[in-house]
């Protein structure tokens, strides 16, 4: 071998040495980057994680914060919404703002209060006084609950006194004509008006007040043949007044004819339940006696069902029927 061709071969190999040498120190410092690299990643991770974390606990106490404020609203409403037997005039006046809702089932459901779930029960006696009366007090002492009766004219001695028992127990006595006497108090707005005075006047001289419930002979959407007023007049006159009318939204139909199966009046109560205010009819008559009968299997149903008992008041959110004049 020459001396040149040595010499070429050691330069090739110093070279190949030399760029052995360079990419094993690249090789070095690529690795050390990528290390660090990833150390970074880690810690940008990691600093994510602590960010939602803290987001995650500050929303927690905002949703706490809802919560407590949702809480407080709902007993405020309670103490607002709690029906009491007191009417008085400026609460009264301010009931004929819910007659612009004509629906009935929209009436109730309207309402945003009890968002606490509580569900009423308004038990109403219509056509009374009556032989009735004394069993149906005795019923309602016995559950200590308390009822609304609409009540007709009816001015002897033994009726007064029946007037006075319902009031003395603490049940509300409302308005349901003094008449009842459909062509009669239906002829005019001034006939109407000539019994509404009468039936005021007459429970104001058993409690001292004027009242201020009514419920219409027939309902509020009632069609008879022989009303002569507009049901809208009539209604837009008791709201002049201070006047609230209810119709109802749980019908036992005791009053489709007498002495009805109490097994069906009971089926039907237990079976319409279905309001946040359930407005019960029943009739307190004479010829109703099988309503009396049913009457501790309907408040028994009540309870059962969780409802709360309430008379109704100018608080009560007014169950109203669509008027179809
Ligand atoms: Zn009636």
Redesign the pocket.
Known sequence: MSVNKRKRKNIVLLSMFAVTVILLVFCVVFAFKLGSLQSQIDDLKEARALKLQMEVASANAAVGQEETKVAQATDGQDGENEPSNSQNESSATAAPEQSTEPDEADVPEAEPTDTDGTRYVYLTF??GPSKNTERILTILDQYNVKATFFVNGREDAVNMERYRKIADAGHTLAM?SYS?DYEKMYACMEAFVEDYERISALIESVTGERPTLYRF?GGSSNKLSVRKVSMTALADFLHGEGVEYFDWNVDTTDGEGPNRDPAVLISNVANSLKNEHNVILMHDAGDHDTTVDALPSIIQTCIDQGLTFSVISADTPAVHHTISD
Request: glycine content about 0%; cysteine-free; hydrophobic content about 0%.
């Open positions: 219509d056509d349901h009842h002979p």
